[in-house]
């Protein structure tokens, strides 16, 4: 029976067949961990152990640089009890890459796949491994090889197109608003400045995030700083100078991304030179460069002893304990729906995550690798207020439901002042 018509035209990228596709299942994990990407692979392996053509799941270690070196996990064999513990683990069960193939690379993965009649393949990841995915895939067509190539989305920096979010987001975005509520408590107990380096290289969503640590008044962040806006150090000390003279204290929330009105990285900037990751990209993350650059300028500029810096760095992506509920449950759907997707639909494509109504719901959609693959998602200009130092309510709405139920909440003391006697 032909399934085509389950499916809106803009999702097809292939036309469904008569027949089913006998063959093998490869999953495999790109970029950063996340809280919840096993979450992902779980969903592939258990929903494919239900469809009488996959002759075997597998899984590659190492992401695509295991696909190259055959390096593969037999998860056909693997229990389903583990499978879940698994699945409420953070970070990368498969372990990763940050491999970022060329067509001779891919050349490579399609010719394994190949000999080992992989039909099915699923890749968890941000917009470069979709990219992978696209990629095989038009060499599996050039080839007239029988392929259904998926990605599945994942990235706590939650800047993939056509996604209301994406899957590890909610969950890293949990542990931020966590951690600034603790910072919150800190501060105000010996009050000076603190600024948090959050990840985010060209998105601010996760930085914005720590806004949901606000619950009195006088809570912080009191600053946010994110990619979207350029930075200007005249403009940031003001600010700082500002909340400081009316709490006596000052939370700051920065991205690592934060770059001039040139678009020059303030790391490059402050540091005065440049150092760039085996993608080309400026190096933001792997010291407390930024963070202790930006509280010497608050030391020297404006005369506040205590200034202290912290860079979240991997914490945030991988930290037992801070699995949203909700956005676990969706990095398992995901999963899931890719393999459907694929089994049922016979059909190649990005699934992607939708918002029908803001309080809350979600469904699931497939689109064209190439409107995710490479692309990047940035915060709406609705998120961002209009000084460029803070988020505003719209942010708060769209961000709150994706950190799960019961969060913690923070109290104060209540009890009244005793009269002094001496003083």
């Avoid at 992902?40 to 929903?47: P, T």
Wanted: charged residues 25%; negative net charge; proline residues 4%.
């Amino acid at each position: 029976m032909i399934l085509q018509a389950c499916i809106s035209e803009r999702n097809i990228n292939s036309v469904a067949r008569m027949s089913r596709l006998v063959g093998k299942v490869l999953v495999a994990q790109g970029g950063g961990p996340t809280p919840v990407i096993n979450q992902s692979i779980v969903g592939v392996a258990l929903e494919a152990r239900k469809f009488s053509q996959v002759t075997s799941i597998y899984g590659a270690v190492h992401g695509v640089r295991g696909i190259v070196e055959e390096d593969f996990l037999d998860l056909t064999r693997e229990t389903t009890h583990n499978l879940e513990q698994v699945a409420d683990t953070p970070s990368s069960g498969l372990l990763s890459t940050r491999d970022k193939p060329d067509e001779e690379y891919c050349a490579r993965m399609f010719k394994v796949m190949q000999a080992h009649d992989i039909r099915y393949f699923f890749y968890v990841g941000g917009n470069d491994s979709s990219d992978t995915v696209r990629i095989v895939n038009e060499q599996a067509r050039a080839a007239n090889y029988e392929l259904r190539a998926i990605h599945i989305p994942k990235t706590i920096d939650n800047d993939l197109q056509e996604n209301d979010h994406c899957p590890g987001f909610g969950s890293a975005a949990r542990f931020v608003a966590q951690a600034f509520m603790g910072v919150n408590l800190d501060n105000r107990a010996l009050k000076g400045v603190y600024l948090g380096v959050i990840m985010g290289r060209h998105a601010g969503f996760l930085t914005a995030a720590s806004s949901l640590a606000q619950k009195y008044v006088d809570d912080g962040p009191h600053l946010v700083y994110v990619p979207e806006r350029h930075f200007v150090m005249e403009n940031f000390l003001a600010d700082v100078d500002r909340v400081y003279q009316k709490h006596g204290l000052c939370t700051i929330a920065v991205s690592e991304g934060i770059s001039d009105p040139s678009g020059t990285p303030m790391i490059t900037k402050l540091l005065g030179k440049e150092e760039r990751d085996s993608h080309g990209n400026v190096q933001l993350s792997g010291t407390g460069a930024l963070g202790d650059l930006l509280a010497d300028e608050i030391r020297d500029q404006l005369k506040i002893k205590r200034v202290r810096s912290d860079t979240f760095g991997y914490l945030q992506r991988s930290f037992m304990g801070i699995q949203s509920d909700r956005d676990a449950h969706e990095a398992r759907e995901v999963g899931e729906k890719a393999v459907q997707y694929a089994m049922w639909d016979n059909v190649d494509g990005s699934v992607v995550i939708r918002r029908p109504v803001l309080n809350y719901s979600v469904d699931y959609d497939l689109v064209p690798l190439e409107k995710v693959a490479g692309k990047t998602r940035h915060m709406p200009d609705a998120f961002i207020n209009a000084e460029g130092n803070g988020v505003t309510e719209a942010f708060m709405n769209y961000c709150r439901p994706l950190l799960g139920s019961k969060m913690p909440e923070p109290h104060r003391l209540r009890a009244p002042m005793v009269k002094k006697i001496l003083h």
